[in-house]
């Protein structure tokens, strides 16, 4: 039995939501109680609508927020249990939006190195060496090292944020819509990277995305949420195959497909 | 295909240097205070005579386009005799240095509150929005006249009372920039990577909200040297014998009808300062405008 990297039970978050300063705080229940398990060099998939929580619970396994209910346990331990720098060499997160992800004002190569010189790596040549050997691993060219984000294109932007999340090697990545900004003709490159470095580096991932077809192409496992409720999950064949919850039926009709009869078939 | 290298310029830092160049008002409004600085590092250099020295038998001398006027005192002299363009120049030290006095101590205390309520929001966020309508609520110069009155005017207590009243803008435009960083995915990737919030702030936030900074401070700068005028005029600034330009005002308003350069030729000074500390600001501002060229 492959090693568990990603035990979460019962996941709670609320927010309150202020409605005005005299009006009091209404509560909303973003995550509700979602359960998920994660098997070593597993992808699971989490798809679901907009506002149904993946990015609020993608937060939670990263140690970005605090759960109001249920626990995590990464690699067998709590997750509030784990230092900071520790915990950061354990998952780190890619985005949606390379735009947003890369600090504007930093180069490439600080953005790159962030994370060594953060595990307190003092010696500069030893994480450019490092930082230009993870720039391989991901498709930049050596020469971006110096420039700045405004110089990239987008494709290559997420590259950076793939390199800045792999530096250290984590042991989960976890992609909250690697590739919805993106061009499509770009989108599966990183797929494909994603997909290589993997299988190179041994990881596991959790990937939250809209598109469907990108969920069939990557995942092995599938999570199915809706309002904030993990409905229905099972593995991809499986998934796309015999849909069990009327969500997730709904879901995979919208998939427009290329040929109207199979599209009315499945009306 | 989109993979292409797109080689423009090296930093973000390049490019703005076209766009100064090209900016009339900033260009204007950083030599006059180029200008203005150098005369008041230079002051002892180029003031052609003591601006304390008094020579009451030379009292009021009209400047030299007067048909009265000597090239030995080219602005003239006051009421005491001094020659009134050493007295200009000391002066400049004086403006210059109460506005940077007190936009620095207001910048300080405005970028912290304000970047900590941007932060950290919720009740950090409450007290800090609460102090800055304070604040606001309470007439400057009043207060300065009142606190001047009760404590004595002396050049470090109007620097001290102007920067304590200041950081209102500074507040709410880095409250309201860090905000809008702190949504930023490059932050919570910094966290992710196991920043600690200092360093989050330092160097991910801080470098991003820092032009606005500069901008404020330049236009706080211009408001101190007006309200120290304002202030000396109403005879609660800095204390005779220091030559302010508020204050030569004040000395100069008595003989206002004879001797009329008295105030026109300080009054002019403060306005041109105050007017190219402004613009350079604006320009600043229009140069640097923070993520328009992505
Ligand atoms: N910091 C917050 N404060 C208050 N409400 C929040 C906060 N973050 C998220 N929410 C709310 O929680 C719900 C879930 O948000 P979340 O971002 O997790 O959705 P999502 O599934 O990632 O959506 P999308 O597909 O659009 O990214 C939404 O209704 C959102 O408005
Ligand atoms: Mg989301």
Redesign the interface.
């Known amino acids: 039995m492959a090693e568990v990297m990603i035990d979460a039970k019962n996941i709670v978050k609320d927010f309150k939501i202020s409605k005005g300063l005299f009006r009091g705080k209404e509560t909303l229940r973003a995550v509700d109680g979602v359960s998920l398990q994660v098997l070593r060099g597993e992808i699971l998939a989490i798809v679901g609508e907009s506002g149904c929580g993946k990015t609020t619970l993608a937060k939670i396994l990263l140690g970005l927020l605090q759960q109001d209910s249920g626990t995590v346990e990464l690699c067998g331990s709590k997750i509030e249990q784990i230092p900071r720098l520790e915990l950061a060499k354990m998952v780190q997160p890619i985005f949606q939006d390379p735009y947003s992800s890369l600090n504007p004002r930093k180069s490439i190569g600080s953005i790159i190195t962030l994370p060594m010189r953060v595990q307190g790596e003092k010696n500069s040549d030893v994480w450019k060496k490092k930082a230009l050997q993870t720039m391989d691993l991901v498709g930049l060219p050596a020469r971006m090292f110096d420039q700045y984000p405004n110089q990239l294109s987008g494709g290559q932007r997420q590259r950076v944020a793939i390199a800045r999340a792999l530096i250290n090697s984590p042991k989960i990545v976890i992609c909250d819509e690697p590739t919805s900004a993106l061009d499509v003709s770009v989108q599966s490159q990183i797929l494909n990277l994603l997909n290589d470095l993997r299988e190179e580096l041994n990881l596991t991932y959790v990937i939250i995305s809209h598109n469907l077809a990108v969920v069939e192409h990557m995942a092995t496992q599938v999570a199915v949420m809706y309002f904030g409720e993990k409905v229905e999950e099972a593995e991809t064949d499986q998934l796309f195959s015999n849909p069990q919850h009327s969500y997730t039926k709904t879901l995979l009709n919208s998939i427009l497909s290329p040929d109207p009869r199979q599209r009315n078939k499945k009306n | 295909?989109?993979?292409?290298?797109?080689?423009?310029?090296?930093?973000?830092i390049s490019g703005v240097k076209s766009r100064v160049l090209r900016h009339k008002g900033m260009m204007i409004g950083s030599t006059i205070v180029v200008l203005v600085v150098l005369i008041a590092i230079l002051a002892p250099l180029i003031a052609p005579h003591d601006p304390y020295h008094q020579d009451l038998l030379n009292r009021l001398k009209p400047p030299v386009w007067d048909s009265r006027g000597t090239w030995e005192h080219i602005f003239g002299t006051d009421h005491l005799g001094r020659d009134y363009l050493s007295r200009l120049i000391y002066g400049s030290r004086i403006s210059l240095l109460i506005g940077i006095g007190a936009a620095l101590i207001s910048g300080i205390i405005g970028t912290f509150l304000g970047v900590m309520a941007g932060y950290f929001g919720g009740r950090v966020d409450m007290v800090v929005t609460f102090l800055i309508t304070v604040r606001l609520s309470m007439p400057v110069v009043l207060v300065a006249l009142a606190v001047v009155a009760i404590v004595g005017g002396s050049l470090q207590v109007v620097i001290g009372v102007l920067g304590l009243l200041l950081w209102d803008r500074f507040a709410v435009v880095m409250r309201s920039s860090t905000l809008q960083i702190r949504s930023?995915?490059?932050v919570?990737?910094?966290?992710?990577?196991?920043?600690?919030t200092t360093?989050i702030l330092m160097?991910?936030v801080m470098?991003?909200v820092v032009n606005n900074l500069i901008v404020i401070a330049t236009l706080e700068i211009a408001h101190a040297i007006i309200l120290e005028a304002a202030l000396s005029f109403l005879g609660l600034g800095v204390q005779p014998p220091l030559p302010s330009w508020g204050l030569m005002v004040s000395e100069g308003k008595d003989m206002m009808l004879f001797e009329p350069w008295l105030i026109t030729i300080p009054g002019v000074a403060l306005f041109a300062l105050v007017l190219s500390v402004n613009l350079l600001g604006d320009g600043m501002r229009d140069v640097t405008a923070p993520?328009n060229?992505?």
């Open positions: 295909m989109t993979d292409l290298p797109q080689i423009t310029s090296t930093s973000p930023m995915d490059y919570t990737a910094a966290r992710a990577v196991g920043c600690s360093r160097t991910e470098p991003n993520e060229r992505n």
